[in-house]
DNA sequence: CATGAATGAGAGTTCATTCAT
DNA sequence: GATGAATGAACTCTCATTCAT
């Protein structure tokens, strides 16, 4: 997307651009390919680190050495600790949202495709918890850490996307833009909640799930957009 | 409650045990008091140091600092480091049900009742993001961590009484247990999503406002509430 | 001199001051004669090392081992690797300022005195030239690095305190104040030029010796301060 | 000048011999010629980050960067860090020379110039402190480093035919060759010694100014330069 | 009960240098 | 001749925890 090149060790292609670069060298490209896989190769590493130990267990000392990288290597990939997982970061809400629109996709207009983009959603992550996790690890004490704001807007944005079926549905369904918005919004904190109690046990305690307090949830939510139609 | 445990060298009362031990020896009384007295301390200035720096900026020395003590000197009143945010997260917990239970105590009975509850709970979190924290800060990865089962059950028990007055309340309306148990799971959960949401800057995104949806999310509530009633 | 008082581990006794504190606690004395014991250590260590290594092949970890230390454990008695050699230095000039002072007090005043001040600086120098390193590690490419301006005034007063039988003695001679600022500023530095060139080997190349050629300076020094007399 | 002496498996020239080697064949003339220039490039590269950063925040990539290449490429041009210092010594050397040459030649006979080429040398460091500490830098706590013989012989050279017109214009003043010698060597220090008080701000400590000291050192000189005359 | 000292492991990062291609 | 990748050792500093006194 941008010119990237980095010659020299630390400008490590910021986390977003891939092969692109246009400049069809065709050395440069194969050499980009190899580093892309590498930098892929390191990320897998790191996801692998992550799932397996947590956050704050996973160093980069443990990310190299599954990588089987020094340690000082991964710094060719990425400037630092917290870059990593911003890239993490940014490969899981992609595929979060190709598979909401997967989902999307695959289903009728309306109320089927408005379940089907939330089921889609609710079920990246209850399937993933550790991508969930993800999402939150820039934030310390629910303050953010290593977020740059370019970051945050770009994962906003990818986050706000992976929504966005559900609110082209409800609008599809009769309901009014500043609505929808609003619906959406509940929509995301609900099913963030309902994840958030079950991976803490917490849903547990209540003799509850919640993937069918969800579907709950859904049913209610598409009776109200109903409830616009022809108006 | 428990006997006390002493497993390693230093006593370290498990978190959760205070005067009791029966033997109402009056010298061992009065020392007992003060132990009690000295750990209220230590965790008064751990509290603190949490509010004000952060969780992972809050060490042992800082908070033994604060307390005017020496590092070591923590560990006759805790076990380790965990075992400090185990009592800090117990005693949040109780100022918690407290607030709820008092707020609930001056509504009339019904929804009024069932609102001050629910309100009560999620202004707590809201003005207070960071005893939201401490309810996660045992899980790294949303995996348990410092969590030993008697503690989970524990805090489980303190989060149900916290809920309890707003199932009471839907029980009065004429819902069913089943329901009730399960809408005040719900409720719970939407809370939590709002919060976390909130506090991560995540619905600043959707120009929405927190209290706002909450306060949307009750009035519904209140109506399927409603529903129930002379069946 | 201050407070002092370190009760965490971090402040640890900014260089400079030693047992003093006036409370004489007994118990708080001994520990503090002790620290204080150990920090010299620790600082005696940091010199053998830095003798024998020069400045940037001393690590905190080689200090620490010839101390006899963990790393870490420096750390309870300086800052930062700057403080230790902040320390470093001010013990140096102590020590040159306590010679030169012998040295003036044991001859006659006048010229005498002149001679056996200056001599005594020149030759501090001369025999340790590890010490006149020290003076300028903090400058890398000349430019000051770990030096705060406390430090930094502290260093120019230690420095004129050394120089100041010097002053004291040309103006015994008849110089007027003016003057015998000039003479002793450029004395100090015809002494830094020899002792540096003579360090890195640069005077061999001229077949000279540096303590004949100051010696001479001094000469023509003497005789420029007698031509004031009787003026 | 000398073999060029291949040791490792990078030729890497030793600093100090350019086109030269005789065999005058076209060819390789021209790939000498060339290699030469692509290690002026470096050596340019190096200076200016070298000005502009210090040494020590002046790496090896810092360096390939600036002149365009990776890292180890410069390792064709030179065979360590420190073999690029002494070429960028050698170097600032020569332009000191030039200087020196220069303003002598601009002056009259005997004590003008006389102040020329001292004034010239001392102005010369004066205005790139950065080349008075390319002078020292191979010396770490005043003990040399990497600075072999042959190396250190050449600057050793440089240095003196830089003084040599200080030397030539106090003989044509009358003075015996010992004492020129003598004079000159002082002079050096005098100059060194006020340069790095000055660059270390141990001067301005005495509110004195250097370039003046100087001046009046040079006065001096001159007067028993001209006590000669006649004798 | 509390101190003061120390440990030991580990954190993220930097850098000169090597070498196959 | 130059690249791009990687090494390996080093760096300063932080922290929870232990334990003799």
Known sequence: MSPAAATARRPARKSGDSAADATADPRR?????????????????????????GM???????????????????????????????????ESLARLDAQVRSAA?????????????AGAFFDFYRANPRDL????????????RGLTPELNDALNARLLQALQPCRDELRRLGMPAAAALQEVTALFAHAVGLLVLSHTGRIRMFRQDSAGLFRRYLDRLVERAGAHEGS
Do not use: C, H, N
């Open 29 to 53: 490209l194969r050499t980009q390919a190899l580093a892309d896989a590498r930098r892929a190769l390191v990320l897998e590493a790191a996801r692998s680190a992550f799932f397996e130990l």
């Open 56 to 90: 704050d267990k996973t160093s980069i000392r443990e990310i190299a050495q599954r990588a089987g990288y020094t340690p000082g290597a991964l710094y060719s990939y990425f400037a630092s600790k917290e870059d990593v997982y911003g890239a993490l970061l940014g």
């Open 105 to 117: 996709g695959a289903a009728a207009a309306g109320a089927p495709r408005l379940r089907a983009a």
């Open 133 to 144: 996790d993800l999402g939150f690890y820039l934030f310390q004490g629910m303050k953010p």
